[in-house]
């Protein structure tokens, strides 16, 4: 049989860690509704039958508690995966986040470790408004001594999600819900990818652009529109938030001279901010442009999809900052976004696109 | 003062000592109908898609929202979670409003702003809906804080599900209401579920009624699906809350028969029997009770009907009116980030 097949992101998730606890005993479970017919949006469902029930550990509605819970059975010998459905819901255990988990290991000298895997799922869409899609990374990736990745494709979600059960460090693990449904090419035995900062995912010299998990997704679209017309972009999925290294986008930008960030979180002290800041630290005289980020603006997700519309960053909105410097044609932009209004295909904006199916 | 001593039975005794007015059973009974209806309507609409946020719905429910709703009054405060919509309309609310607010219209309780998760209409007393479980319930305390500071006579309710339990905010805000001795009113509605958790897996097998007994608040534990049971022991819950007993906990035994978020059925997934529903079913609080008032002929067919047709006839206006309402501007979501 052939090693790669195309597999959702989701079902990468899930044979990664069906993997990785198979192959080290130590790795338990917990999320609410553990064993449920959904099982974390598919992503655990059936690995208790395939690792023991014992393994996979019910969750009360108590996620301060449980993560502290898990975080004292990573200090004495297991490797924890603790699955929540919604990034807000690990809100209630930042508390032991900020002072336990991120802490263990320095303060006590080397002695302690935490490996533990936090999965926090960041989404948006159907009306989920104002408490149930934030994209909360940056508050995570604030803390030195936790490790903070955001995968955006089929292949790294598996590869990552080995990498960080293995890490012995707290990985916090942020899988955006319109990710899930990406299809790719996915090996199927066991590998890790390393928490290893950006892949670059396209070759050009006509700008940098950085972008974060499904956010990747939206850009790589753009990409190849405009590969399409002979302009060639740069383009980085950023995969690892914290510890940040930059190594490769500084070299880029030295080669592009224009840099654009891409948040699925809010502009303000996002993600992007803290890219730009140190990229031109290192870069600065090498810039032709100002550099440009993109993230949500600054107010609470409402319902009401009408409220929505300019609110998330689209492919469209991609392509027109990127058009702002970069030398394209008005009739080829117009063409480009003409396309990629036609691949939306008038789908609306509060549910998935289908479009992304890899290679990736 | 109803102490309950880990017994399940200081139940619905509270029931036997009051006879209802005509009016009030009739008024109990309407109200049960009305959110039966409504729900019902919002389920079969769903697929529609012209509803696009998460619904939680309370079909099974009726009773435990009617009659903590009713027995309290005007100026009575609400704090809810993400199965808001029977609680709300039990306490007054605009259905109107309500239905505009899932269609994500202008003309919702909040403009559309937060959807079916997020219910709120502080001119009515419902004060806010947080769909993390929970999250209200400190806020539920801080609002009889603040009435106690000011020397109103107001109670503020906290309502739970059986998940709630298990947040460590929950016992915070119970040591402190009773600490504070303040107007409280926790509303436990037990319905054995969180999603699709049954509560022995979550929870120990003991009683939920030795936890407010642990915190030194009194309760009464009800089957919160026999509509009398659940309004008797709500006013003597207020009563003892208004003799400046300080708080007090319903525990309501009731069941929710749809999906926990969406408008189908799923006993078809398994995690639940299709016997342990339709023994639930059997005890359906709107239809126990239809039975009980035209046996007392408080109703009749005929009026039953016709009450029915209105219901329904209203449902239909504020639908309507929901559908026929703009969507907010786009420029407006940026308002209000700042008071
Ligand atoms: C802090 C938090 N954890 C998890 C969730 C996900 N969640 C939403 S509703 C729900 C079930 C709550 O059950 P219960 O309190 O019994 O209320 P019910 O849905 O049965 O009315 C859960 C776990 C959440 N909203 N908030
Ligand atoms: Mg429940």
Known sequence: MKNNRSISFGEAIREGLLQASEIDPSVIHFAEGVEDPSAVFGTLKDIGKEIGQNRMIEMPVSENALTGVAIGAALTGKRPVISFHRVEFAMLALEQIANNAAKFHYVSNGKHNVPLVMRLIIGRGWGQGPEHSQSLESVFAYFPGLKVVMPARPKDAKGMIIAAVEDKNPVLFIEHRWSHYAVGDVPQNYFSTGITGPERIKTGDAITVVATSYMTLEALRVADALERVGVNIELFDLRVLRPLSLEAIVESVKKTGKLLTIDTGFRTYGIGAEIVSSVIERSFEFLKTAPIRLGLPDHPTPSSASLIKNYYVDSIMILEKISQVVDIAPSVLEQLKKSIVNERNNIPIDVPDPFFKGPF | ?339
Not at chain 2, 234 to 246: K, V, Y
Not at chain 2, 279 to 307: C, G, H, N, S
């Open chain 2, 1 to 339: 003062m109803l102490l309950s001593k880990g017994s399940r039975s200081v139940n619905c005794l509270a029931n036997k000592l009051m006879t209802l007015e005509k009016k009030t059973s009739l008024a109990l009974y309407s109200n049960m109908l009305k959110i039966r209806l409504v729900e019902e309507e919002i389920a079969s609409r769903y697929n529609e898609q012209e509803m696009r946020c998460p619904v939680h719905l309370s079909i099974g429910q009726e009773a435990a929202a009617t009659g903590v709703g009713f027995a309290l009054t005007q100026k009575d405060k609400v704090f809810s979670t993400h199965r808001s919509h029977a609680h709300y309309l039990a306490k007054g609310g605009d259905l109107s409003k309500m239905i505009a607010e899932i269609y994500g219209r202008a003309t919702g309780c909040i403009g559309g702003r937060g959807g079916s998760m997020h219910i709120m209409d502080p001119e009515v007393g419902m004060m806010a809906s947080i769909p993390i479980v929970g999250s209200c319930i400190p806020l539920a305390i801080g609002s009889a804080l603040s009435d106690t500071l000011d020397g109103n006579p107001v109670v503020s309710v906290a309502y739970l599900g059986d998940a709630s339990i298990e947040e460590g905010v929950f016992h915070e805000s119970a040591n402190f209401a009773k600490l504070s001795n303040l107007p409280v009113l926790f509303v436990c509605e037990n319905n054995l579920y969180s999603v699709y958790t049954h509560i022995s897996e979550r929870q120990p097998p003991r009683l939920i009624t030795s936890i407010p007994e642990a915190h030194g608040i009194p309760m009464v534990h009800c089957d919160g699906n026999d509509i009398e049971a659940v309004y008797a022991s709500t006013l003597r819950a207020l009563d003892n809350i208004r003799s400046q007993n300080g708080p007090f906990f319903l525990l309501l035994d009731t069941y929710r028969w749809r999906e926990h978020c969406g408008p189908n059925f799923d006993n078809d997934l398994g995690y639940r029997s299709e016997q342990e529903f339709m023994e639930w079913k059997m005890k359906d609080p709107v239809e126990q009770y239809r039975k009980k008032l035209l046996a007392k002929k408080i109703i009749t067919k005929e009026t039953d009907l016709e009450l029915t047709d209105n219901i329904q006839k209203e449902i239909t206006v504020a639908f309507d009116f929901a559908k026929n309402s703009p969507f907010p501007e786009l420029e407006t979501a940026i308002n209000h980030v700042y008071a």
